[in-house]
């Protein structure tokens, strides 16, 4: 099993909550736990919130969603001017601190999270986990055989 889901948004705070609700979701649909459900939902505002602070007006991002029996991985591409993400959120951000508490929260939530500069052309954001499903998750419901 594979879903793989993609959008083209407008630079606009409120697409944020529309990829998160998407996400979330396709994934509840399929079984995915709750838990698993809600750090890729916060990982990924994380990551469409460094959007709207890295790209210009009138810019557009993309996020896609890909999720299998075993994982999930997405990737938020803007097109703004990027950033130097090694200056940013590899060591623990002070609580007063302005930035970088976004990034080391998707550090936290999920498994992998990797910063691809584009120069001139934005960044990628590039998160994976591990999936835990439900006991009764579709997944299972179609790899399982029949007893009998």
Excluded: Y
Excluded at 49 to 65: A, I, M, Q, R, W
């Amino acid at each position: 099993m594979q879903i793989i889901l993609a959008l083209s948004l407008p630079r606009d705070e409120q697409t944020i909550p529309v990829s998160r609700h998407m996400a979330a979701t396709a994934m509840a649909e399929i079984g995915v736990a709750e838990d698993s459900v809600q750090d890729i939902a916060v990982a990924l505002s994380e990551a469409c919130t460094n959007v709207l602070k890295h790209s210009g007006p009138g810019d557009e991002f993309e996020v896609s969603l890909e999720v299998d029996d075993d994982h999930c991985v997405i990737r938020v591409v803007d097109t703004g001017r990027g950033f130097d993400s090694e200056s940013l959120g590899f060591g623990h951000a002070d609580t007063s601190a302005e930035q970088g508490r976004g990034i080391e929260l998707m550090r936290a939530l999920v498994d992998q999270v990797r910063f691809m500069p584009k120069p001139e052309a934005g960044t990628i954001v590039h998160l994976e986990k591990t999936l835990d499903f439900e006991d009764d998750r579709f997944v299972r419901q179609k790899h399982t055989a029949p007893t009998s």
